[in-house]
């Protein structure tokens, strides 16, 4: 089945705490980006990737880092959380970078104390 | 900066009735897709309409897209409880930047 996993779903941390969410996807697809969706701002995306080690920033890539060694995964790194990136973060995928539908993952819920 | 502004924010129907969304941008596009989120998961891809088509149909929607006054609309006949659930469209600006833009949504529920 074609998916866009990511892990984990929900996360209570504290600030400061650094923290991964993996991301990977299985259609083989070259590009992925990662979004943060919060109540009245629709989604903002944080960084996306071309393609294996080609990255770039998105609207809102303060505080974040993300790597893609593999074409599969797309990991977003929060190296030093705030209680202001507390958010529902979406990872998605597609084909290519124009003209095709974007697969997205179940969401992570995250908390930052 | 902000693309796609959905209107209206919240609708309110009974099922069986048809619910019509809209989505005004504001730059030239390549394509325009519309999305669905069912609370707090993912979003699903609806339908994708290029800037030279001017309607779209799949199963109960219906997508026009008029590209001189930047908008779309979403209608979706003899809706159901189903349904319920928010709508965001998405443009694929022609700008290069491979960056598809969201709006912040339409929340339909469908009352049964």
């Known amino acids: 089945e074609a998916q866009v996993t990511q892990n984990p779903r929900y996360l209570i941390t504290v600030t400061g705490k650094k923290l991964t969410v993996t991301c990977s996807q299985n259609?083989?697809?070259?590009?992925m980006s990662w979004y943060r969706q919060d109540p009245g701002l629709g989604l903002r995306q944080i960084y996306y990737s071309m393609n294996v080690e080609v990255t770039d920033k998105g609207d809102v890539p303060e505080g974040y880092k993300v790597s893609r060694k593999e074409k599969r995964n797309f990991p977003l790194i929060l190296e030093s959380p705030s209680p202001n990136q507390t958010s529902l973060y979406f990872c998605?995928?597609?084909?290519?970078?124009?003209?095709?539908?974007?697969?997205f993952g179940p969401g992570t819920r995250l908390t930052v104390t | 900066s902000q693309q796609g502004e959905e209107d209206p924010q919240a609708l309110s129907i009974q099922e069986g009735e048809n619910a019509t969304m809209n989505c005004s941008y504001k730059t030239s596009i390549n394509n325009l897709q519309w999305y669905r989120q069912n609370s707090g998961r993912g979003l699903v891809h609806l339908i994708l309409i290029r800037s030279n088509e001017r309607e779209k149909h799949s199963g109960r929607l219906r997508v026009t897209l008029d590209t001189s006054k930047k908008s779309s609309s979403l209608l979706i006949t003899a809706s159901r409880a189903a349904d319920t659930a928010s709508y965001f469209c998405?443009?694929?600006?022609?700008?290069?930047?491979?960056?598809?833009?969201f709006g912040t949504g339409t929340r339909l529920k469908v009352l049964a």
């Open positions: 998405a443009t694929d600006p022609t700008s290069g930047t491979y960056k598809y833009i």
């Open positions: 259609m083989n697809h070259e590009y």
């Open positions: 998605a995928s597609r084909g290519s970078p124009r003209g095709h539908e974007q697969y």
